[in-house]
């Protein structure tokens, strides 16, 4: 019996190693896939470029715009705009989100408070908030203010709607339990509604990342100055194919790395949620 159980227990090891095995090869697959069409891409504008079909002009070569990213670096002119636009990108984000899930609660507490804000975040969700652009820019000029205001106002949508869908899935019995149990709104909005709501909140999060690093370059690009989108403006003023293309690796480069970093806080925060157990 007891060599029954002891070749039973080693089958079941064998079989954890193997799906382990199966799970780590799984994402190194979908690792190097990703990857592998990056450099295929890369490679295959090496080669359109140097073939001769289109000018430099049109489509300068990728090593030249490696080497054009590289002296922008060495110089510092890379770090100055990359750190601008980041500033008005993160500092949109996080008071977008702060803003978005404090106003989602409220409304999911507050029967007025609903009832007010309901039909403009109805009407502003769908609708491209960068066409008040030209607004903000009368009312508050052309500085970091008025970049800031604008992804603010844009980012926060994504991030209410998604608040609001995440508190109205919470269970109702956890909330009965819990208020029979004697906890405060306040505990349970802390402990309950919010932990619950957690992966919903945090998808829309991951939608107004993007948004506020997309919008703050937009804003740069009309009002020109320093950043990434003021770098690549100045560029396309004077002609210079390859500072044009520069500026679209770097933001494509910094957009990948700020959708990793946010993927990596979400499985970090919610390593309890089942979502995590199934990768």
């Not at 702060?98 to 975040?121: E, Q, T, Y």
């Not at 349970?188 to 690093?213: C, F, K, N, R």
């Not at 100045?234 to 957009?255: D, H, K, L």
């Amino acid at each position: 019996m007891a060599r029954v159980e002891d070749q039973a227990t080693l089958a079941a090891a064998q079989a954890q190693i193997s799906a382990d095995a199966a799970r780590r090869l799984d994402i190194v697959f979908r690792s190097g896939a990703g990857l592998f069409s990056i450099l295929l891409m890369l490679i295959a504008w090496e080669l359109i470029a140097r073939s001769g079909r289109v000018t430099p002009f049109m489509l300068p070569r990728f090593s030249v715009v490696l080497a054009y990213i590289y002296h922008d670096a060495v110089g510092g002119d890379l770090w100055i705009n990359l750190a601008l636009t980041m500033y008005r990108a993160m500092i949109g984000f996080v008071i977008a989100s702060i803003g978005g899930i404090v106003l989602a609660v409220a409304m999911s507490r507050s029967r007025i408070a609903h009832w007010f804000f309901d039909p403009i975040i109805s009407v502003g969700f769908p609708m491209p908030k960068i066409a008040f652009l030209p607004i903000i820019i009368l009312w508050l000029g052309v500085y970091d203010v008025s970049k800031i205001s604008i992804v603010v106002f844009d980012a926060i949508f994504p991030v209410v709607t998604a608040t609001l869908a995440g508190i109205a899935a919470v269970e109702k019995e956890l909330l009965w339990s819990a208020r029979n149990m004697g906890a405060s709104e306040r505990q349970i909005t802390w402990q309950i509604v919010l932990p619950a709501a957690m992966p919903q909140i945090l998808t829309g999060l991951q939608v107004a990342l993007p948004i506020s690093l997309i919008v703050a370059i937009i804003a740069e690009m009309v009002m020109s100055g320093y950043g990434l989108g003021g770098a690549m403006m100045g560029a396309s003023r004077f002609a210079n194919s390859p500072g044009v293309f520069a500026g679209i690796v770097e933001i494509a480069v910094v957009g990948y790395a700020l959708i990793k970093i946010m993927a990596f806080i979400r499985r970090r925060l919610l390593v309890w949620h089942q979502e995590t157990e199934e990768r």
